[in-house]
């Protein structure tokens, strides 16, 4: 063992930030499910929840390996597989130094980037909602957690990694969780095909459990603060930092969203003001997705701007996207993360300074514009890397054991098709109703019940 001392407090910050991560991906799970047809409300709940289950387990094994454990700037190694020394590694998988010791456990720092590891394919299943096969699902949750995710943290997250060294700067996964997720689920979305009975002209059909989606949002919202606040790895300024300019995002994105949607509204000539609730809790999301790769680099008032320009780029994308590109991709997963991702990223290169974080580089708007470029080949790699491994899984799948549910089971619902589950009360007719005529109408009418109304 080594004789480091680790730092309470930091420790006890960085393990709370991590059940708060961890509470994320049912909160997602909520948000998602509110979101599709009744028919397809459990079975949304469970590709979300049973990431839980499978990626600590990948994690345990070799995930925490590949990613930060002894190896080049590309890849990690065996070396720490099923959790061997884990517990005598340094914070970041190097080798122990007297210079920079650890303040919190091996142990903490693994908790926390599984929590990462658990969300991020959880993201992908809203794109594929109602249309794949469970067992595909799952081992297809494996293989990209350890051959898209695992890579790409190591190359961003890790000290050794070779986007980290060459100064790309993602503070809490705007790249490694945002833009690969999203990306992987237009993928995923393409290679499925669209569901049986999607029309892109119908708007909102079937959101009937719209309560579960505010109060995922809710938690979601919660959870970010351990997201981003956990991902200084220590209960310092920059931990805060992180927290207050999450939610400024959040907010002024919802803000901006709601002035559009009224906009939108009285430019139609409607009489009622029409706020969309999906609408409203995507604009949070949105606006945590793109604080995400910054939150602990700007200062708030970038915050609020970074949340403005991330909720109305991707308010008008959405309307765009419904009247000309008539993808599948069901909860719009690439839209808000993918997107989302994209744009905090390129924040990140405009608006970072070292004034802020010492951590971190200025960016173009403080000297140095390389960082801009850092940023946006850093995206390139990312998107590129995740439509590669992505397609590498699942097209091999596709054409063996496949992964797509028959066009009747689809009409069907895969609560019932594969979960069994049946609905309990039988549908009632509908009461004939006989149709009287107006003249019918008046003549059976008791007039002395009609009494004249004084203006």
């Known amino acids: 063992m080594n004789n480091f001392t680790h730092h309470h407090g930091d420790t006890a910050w960085v393990m709370t930030s991590t059940g708060l991560v961890y509470m994320m991906t049912p909160a997602l799970a909520c948000f998602y499910g509110g979101l599709v047809e009744n028919r397809n409300f459990l079975n949304q709940l469970f590709l979300s929840f049973v990431c839980m289950a499978i990626i600590p387990i990948q994690w345990c094994l070799f995930g925490y390996s590949f990613t930060f454990g002894p190896g080049n700037s590309v890849f990690g190694s065996f070396e720490y597989a099923i959790g061997l020394k884990t517990g005598l590694l340094t914070l970041y998988g190097e080798n122990t130094d007297d210079i920079n ?16 590891a658990v969300i991020t394919p959880a993201l992908i299943s809203g794109a594929v909602v109602g249309r794949m096969k469970l067992i595909p699902y799952m081992i297809f949750v494996f293989l990209w957690a350890t051959f898209c995710y695992d890579p790409q943290a190591r190359w961003i997250f890790s000290n050794q990694g070779w986007l980290h060294r060459m100064g790309v700067m993602d503070f809490a996964g705007g790249l490694v969780v945002h833009v690969s997720s999203g990306v992987s689920g237009l993928v995923a979305a393409l290679i499925l095909g669209s569901r049986a009975y999607f029309d892109p002209d119908v708007v909102n059909a079937g959101q009937s459990n719209l309560s579960y989606t505010v109060i995922g949002t809710g938690l979601l919202w919660v959870g970010w603060m351990g997201f981003n606040g956990g991902s200084a790895l220590a209960a310092t300024g920059i931990a805060a930092l992180a927290i207050v300019n999450t939610n400024i995002a959040a907010g002024s994105s919802m803000i901006i969203w709601i002035i559009l949607d009224i906009t939108r509204s009285k430019s139609r000539g409607q009489n009622n003001i029409n706020i969309s609730i999906p609408g ?3 604009a949070a999301v949105v606006g945590l997705v793109v604080i995400t790769p910054c939150a602990g680099y700007i200062q708030p008032v970038y915050a609020l701007l970074v949340g403005l320009i991330g909720g ?3 308010y ?5 996207k419904k009247r000309f590109f008539h993808i599948d991709d069901t909860l719009d997963v690439f839209s808000c993360h993918g997107l989302g991702g994209f744009i905090g990223t390129i924040m990140t290169g405009l608006f970072c300074q070292t004034d802020v974080n010492s951590g971190g580089n200025n960016g173009a708007f403080y000297g140095n514009p390389i960082q801009l470029g850092y940023q946006m080949f850093g995206i390139l790699i990312i998107t590129v890397y995740s439509i590669a491994c992505t397609t590498a899984i699942l097209l091999p799948m596709h054409f063996t054991i496949g992964i797509r549910i028959s066009r009747l089971e689809q009409v069907r619902g895969l609560d019932n098709v594969a979960h069994g589950i049946i609905e309990i ?3 009632q007719k509908n009461p004939q109703v006989k149709l009287v005529s107006m003249k019918q109408k008046l003549n059976h ?4 019940s009609i009494v004249p109304i004084e203006k």
């Open 316 to 320: 008008l994308f959405l309307a765009g």
């Open 280 to 282: 409203v809790c995507s």
């Open 445 to 448: 009418t008791n007039v002395s």
């Open 101 to 116: 010791p650890i303040e919190i456990p091996s142990l903490a720092f693994s908790a926390f980037q599984s929590s990462f």
């Open 312 to 314: 109305f780029v991707i």
């Open 425 to 427: 009360e039988k549908p």
